[in-house]
């Protein structure tokens, strides 16, 4: 019979096990003949992304599954034993377990995951791999938000940039847009000159004026006293 110390032991694991079903995400692996080097290489990464990777013994593990509901999780509590859980990123326990099935596949497999309470099969778990770490998320999801605002900026500096036009470049423009409106009388004045019809008022060039004769007015004789 073990002794109280070892069943206190135990009743700690389960009750560490449970807490770790509870968390936001997590992968279960089956494990075999991967060596030490890869193994270290993989809690390396483990840890860089905040991720609990321990092995379980599945007799410990049964107690911790009926304590948060996922009885249907003892069919695959055979053989060797992994758990990979994560908190802060959901996804990260799923994408680097998947990482080294792909690159283990003989020694390494994944058995099946949960998320927010759901379980997750083989096919779930890989489709939830497939998803960008939350850092790449939050940066897709920042430049969606900040796309109007980008473009936005763009429009209001052509504005201010064709606002900014030197005054000289604007007077130039004002009576390019005015010249063709003031070029047609002045171009049909010179012609109707041309043709010989006066203007009136205008005298044309070779064509006498006819002068008005002035009468004389006799002066008036004043009577010498």
């Known amino acids: 019979m073990p002794s109280e110390s070892i069943l206190r032991e135990k009743k700690r694991i389960v009750e560490e096990l449970t807490e770790r079903l509870r968390s936001q995400a997590g992968v279960f692996v089956d494990y075999k003949g991967i060596t030490v080097n890869e193994d270290t290489e993989m809690r390396v990464k483990m840890r860089e992304a905040n991720v609990e990777y321990s092995v379980i013994k599945n007799r410990l593990m049964k107690f911790a599954i009926k304590n948060v509901g996922f009885e249907d999780l003892d069919s695959i509590l055979v053989g ?4 990979a859980t994560g908190n802060e ?16 596949p003989n020694y390494f497999e994944i058995k099946a995951g949960f998320l927010d309470g759901r379980l997750l099969n083989i ?13 790449v998320l939050q940066a897709q999801l920042l430049g969606t938000m900040l796309a109007p605002i980008t473009s936005l900026a763009i429009v209001l500096k052509e504005i201010a940039e064709k606002g900014a036009m030197p005054l000289d470049a604007d007077v130039e423009l004002q009576k390019e847009e005015i010249a063709p409106a003031t070029e047609a009388p002045e171009n049909e004045a010179i012609e109707t000159l041309v043709e ?10 070779g064509t006498p004026v006819e002068k008005t004769p002035i009468e004389e007015t006799p002066a008036e004789e004043t009577p010498v006293e």
Do not use: F, M, Q
Request: glycine share 4%; no cysteine; aromatic share 2%.
């Open 80 to 83: 060797t034993t992994s758990l």
């Open 89 to 104: 990123d959901p996804i990260a326990p799923a994408r680097i377990i998947k990482e080294y099935a792909d690159k283990l």
């Open 123 to 135: 096919d779930e778990v890989n489709a939830i791999a497939s998803i960008p770490a939350l850092p």
């Open 196 to 205: 010989g019809t006066p203007v009136e008022g205008t005298p044309v060039e």
